[in-house]
Structures are given as C-alpha cells and as structure tokens.
C-alpha cells in the first residue's frame, strides 16, 4: 500500500473501497452529488484540504466534472489537488450496462493507471517554487484563442492522459500540477514534433 498524507476524494463507495486497496489515507465518497446538500460533509472537506491536502478524483464523465468543479468552488483554503483519468470506453464489470457516456471510472480502470494519476497531480512537489504557467503562456502556444486552438487541445489532453471534457482552466491546473514552465515547454515542443 502507497501511504499517502493527502485525503482522497472520490464519488462513490466503489471508488472508496477501489481505491482503500492501494492507498493507506483517508478516502471520502462524496455520494455523487449528496455532497450538494451535505453541510457536514463540506465542513470536514474543508478541514482535510487545511490541514492535510485533499486529491479530487473524480470520473471523467460530466457528473464527475461537475462533482469536481463543485468542491473546487467550496474550498477557498488549503491544498487541494487534482488527479485524472483519460477517456477510456467500456463499463465497470459489476454493472450490466455502460454508463451514459460509455466511460470507465475510476473504480473501473487498472491500478497502476490510478496510481500514476495520483503521483502525477504534484502531491510530492513544492509548487510554489517553479513558474507557473499561466493562461498568456496558453494562448501564445496556441492552446486558446486561435483557429485551431481547440484541436491542439485535444492533442494534448490525450498526451496528457486526461478525460476529454476537461475545461481550460482545470486543463491549466492539471498542467501546473505536473510541470514547472520549462518541462511543460519541452513536452509541447516533443508533442508537436510527433
């Protein structure tokens, strides 16, 4: 087991029991979206992110975006992280059916790709060290504001290994989670060269 002194916050109690098997922390199921009217919950969520961090890890489909950009809006202090899964198609095997969007979550992906999502969301890293990238250095490489802005996105959240549907500004914080300015530009650079 991967000790870890963060929190982890999935959505649900097959994310919680999935994930209780890899990591030795604290692991909260926000109940999907229970967490909307769950004051305590809140409150205790804010507590972790103050004194221990919290790691958002939520699915990729648009009800785990919407469970993310939620906590990320109630928690003003503290250390909050952010860990991805990509788009991966299929179902959970102790569902009959796929979800809506046909996605796996995370209680449905290999471990190793749960864990390379936790150790890459800058838990073991002092951000406040390294220049940051901000949103001028997005639109001067061409990820915002161009003709084909949208497409080089895409490319490079495929790279990246995050889900599809991941807005600009979580894209920008999964990327300063990951690189300081000069990986990021050298990971652009090999990106495009492909």
Do not use: W
């Not at 102790?94 to 209680?107: S, T």
């Amino acid at each position: 087991m991967i000790k870890l002194r963060q929190a982890i916050v999935v959505e649900g109690k097959y994310d919680k029991i999935k994930l209780g098997q890899i990591f030795d922390a604290v692991i909260v199921a926000t109940e999907g979206f229970g967490l909307f009217n769950d004051t305590e919950k809140v409150e205790y969520l804010r507590m972790l992110a103050h004194t221990c961090g919290i790691i958002v890890f939520t699915d990729p489909d648009g009800a785990g975006l919407v469970i993310r950009n939620h906590i990320k809006s109630i928690i003003s202090e503290g250390e909050v992280y952010h860990a991805y899964i990509p788009d991966i198609p299929g179902k959970e095997k102790r569902k009959r059916i796929p979800g809506k969007e046909g996605l796996l979550g995370v209680e449905g992906v290999d471990n190793q790709l749960i864990i390379d999502a936790v150790m890459s969301c800058g838990i073991y890293e002092d951000r406040e060290e390294h220049e940051k990238i901000t949103k001028t250095d997005m639109y001067e490489l061409g990820f915002s504001g161009r003709k084909d802005s949208a497409e080089r996105r895409q490319k490079l959240i495929k790279k990246m290994k995050l889900p599809s549907n991941i807005s600009t500004n979580g894209l920008l914080d999964a990327i300063n989670a990951m690189f300081d300015l000069a990986e990021f530009l050298d990971f652009v650079m090999d990106l495009f060269s492909e």
